[in-house]
């Protein structure tokens, strides 16, 4: 069983910068990078950013120049660095893992970033 904990979440400022965190944990099979998606109420879950194992990343363009995906050494643990938030980015961010095959294997529960002034 793995799982994925989030945290970080909250309310915030137009402008201002929040950092989420994931770790992974229980038998973790063999996998191909760790990432982020959100849901906005209304709207169908997006791909926010991804990292693979060789550190290769990826981001919606929505949050380019504005977010920052990383990992600690261990690959294990993901990160969000969330600057200069704007109120379509409220949501709720889902840490992922992706199987070797480059589709999501595992889910967290959800951490809610709500941006508003």
């Known amino acids: 069983q793995v799982q994925l904990s989030e945290s970080g979440g909250g309310l915030v400022q137009p402008g201002g910068s929040l950092s989420l965190s994931c770790a992974a944990s229980g038998s973790i099979p063999a996998f191909n990078g760790m990432g982020w998606y959100r849901q906005a109420p209304g709207k169908e879950r997006e791909m926010v950013a991804t990292?693979?194992?060789?550190?290769?990343?990826n981001y919606v363009d929505s949050v380019k120049g504005r977010f920052t995906i990383s990992r600690e050494s261990g690959w294990d643990t993901v990160y969000l660095q969330m600057n200069n938030l704007k109120p379509e980015d409220t949501a709720v961010y889902y840490c992922?893992?992706?199987?070797?095959?480059?589709?999501?294997?595992?889910w967290g529960q959800g951490t809610q970033v709500t941006v508003s002034s």
């Open positions: 992922t893992l992706y199987a070797l095959d480059g589709t999501v294997s595992y």
């Open positions: 990292i693979t194992n060789g550190r290769w990343t």
